[in-house]
T-cell receptor, first 112, second 119 residues
Framework: DAKTTQPTSMDCAEGRAANLPCNHS???????VYWYRQIHSQGPQYIIH???NNETNEMASLIITEDRKSSTLILPHATLRDTAVYYC?????????????FGPGTRLSVLP | EAGVAQSPRYKIIEKRQSVAFWCNPI?????LYWYQQILGQGPKLLIQ????????DSQLPKDRFSAERLKGVDSTLKIQPAKLEDSAVYLC?????????????????FGAGTRLSVL
């Protein structure tokens, strides 16, 4: 089972900031939070990851709360091409190792 | 840097037939993954390789699915015989896991996938 909770869907107006929340209340202290997105008919694309500090790259910003139980991915100026399913992932530790478990993600629709 | 390559992009077969998918990971990536993504769901891990050894195949239906990574580079995933419920996108991913200061960083890079339709 995924260890994260995300809203099923969100809309955002083109040119506005898209803020995608994620709850990961059971995250352990030494685990990163990873964000991916999947545009229709493509494989998931890595966006950003973070541990405890806020992170920014050319694609997005990641804000992680101080208790690390939740995070927000920010697309500062959403475009139509940002329409995709966004996945927030925390690795799951099991008997075999530590792997990604994808939930259903958030379907972001950027509207003109 | 070249990404993860997969082929074919699309495959249509009839149930009980066999099918194979191929993956070439990013150069230097020791870890390779195969995922199954059913329409409307997130990807589900089928098998993970570290070099040419299997790390996790707990969710691989071993009665019909098999995978190999003989030389620690390319990998193939096979289904024999296929069932209707195997219709899905099969994704390959690779990563270079880095470990330091008690932290494990594992950024996976995905291919475009193979869309399988079983009729």
């Amino acid at each position: 089972d995924a260890k994260t909770t995300q809203p099923t869907s969100m809309d955002c107006a083109e040119g506005r900031a898209a803020n995608l929340p994620c709850n990961h209340s059971t995250i352990s202290g030494n685990e990163y939070v990873y964000w991916y997105r999947q545009i229709h008919s493509q494989g998931p694309q890595y966006i950003i990851h973070g541990l405890k500090n806020n992170e920014t790259n050319e694609m997005a910003s990641l804000i992680i709360t101080e208790d690390r139980k939740s995070s927000t991915l920010i697309l500062p100026h959403a475009t139509l091409r940002d329409t995709a399913v966004y996945y927030c992932i925390v690795r799951v530790r099991d008997n075999y190792g530590q792997n990604f478990v994808f939930g259903p993600g958030t379907r972001l629709s950027v509207l003109p | 840097e070249a990404g993860v390559a997969q082929s074919p992009r699309y495959k249509i077969i009839e149930k009980r037939q066999s099918v194979a998918f191929w993956c070439n990971p990013i150069s230097g990536h020791a870890t390779l993954y195969w995922y199954q993504q059913i329409l409307g769901q997130g990807p589900k891990l089928l098998i993970q390789f570290q070099n040419n050894g299997v790390v996790d195949d707990s969710q691989l239906p071993k009665d019909r699915f098999s995978a190999e990574r003989l030389k620690g580079v390319d990998s193939t995933l096979k289904i024999q015989p296929a069932k209707l419920e195997d219709s899905a996108v099969y994704l390959c991913a690779s990563s270079l896991i880095s470990i330091g200061q008690g932290l494990v960083k594992n950024i996976q890079y995905f291919g475009a996938g193979t869309r399988l339709s079983v009729l």
